[in-house]
């Protein structure tokens, strides 16, 4: 077995409404709560973190799966949508979705669209952020799967 360490610094020197920073080994951003809660919307918030988070960790992880797979594409894209609910204020992270649109090879087959398919499906469950929220966090994925034109 072996562990991973992660570090993050962070610096809040106000109060609610106020701007804070993050840093990591790569990343240096801005924090605030964001404009649809009533914050100042400087820099990135903990809701676009999350769903960073997730999108990234699924894309990387479906993209090793087509990998060890040998399902060669054109493109791997996709667009996410985080959806938090605000009830008596009460903030819960509700839904994320995914929709990777993945464009084969113009030779692909009938089994490779079915692969595709399979792995878009699979890779969210596989990945450690999708698992880390899984309970508390309902994750949906609808792919988009074509083949480039000649």
């Known amino acids: 077995m072996s562990e ?15 701007v ?7 990343l240096l951003t801005k924090v605030s709560i964001p404009p649809e809660m009533d914050g100042p ?11 960073g988070a997730a999108a990234t960790c699924y894309i990387i992880t479906l993209a090793a799966m087509m990998e060890r797979s040998q399902l060669d ?16 204020g009460t903030i819960t992270y509700k839904k994320i979705i995914h929709r990777p649109d993945i464009v084969l090879k113009s030779s692909v087959t009938d089994g490779d669209f079915k692969l595709a398919d ?4 699979k890779a969210e469950k596989a990945c450690m952020i999708s698992r880390a929220l899984q309970g508390n966090v309902t994750i949906d994925v ?8 000649e």
């Open 41 to 51: 919307g400087i820099g990135t918030n903990p809701d676009e973190m999350l769903l």
């Open 4 to 18: 991973h360490r992660f570090h993050l610094k962070a610096n809040w020197p106000g109060l609610r409404n106020d």
């Open 142 to 149: 609808f792919p988009t799967i074509s083949a480039a034109c």
């Open 20 to 26: 804070g920073e993050i840093e990591t080994a790569n």
């Open 73 to 88: 594409k054109v493109s791997l894209t996709m667009t996410s949508e985080g959806i938090v609910d605000v009830t008596n």
């Open 118 to 121: 399979k792995l878009a499906n």
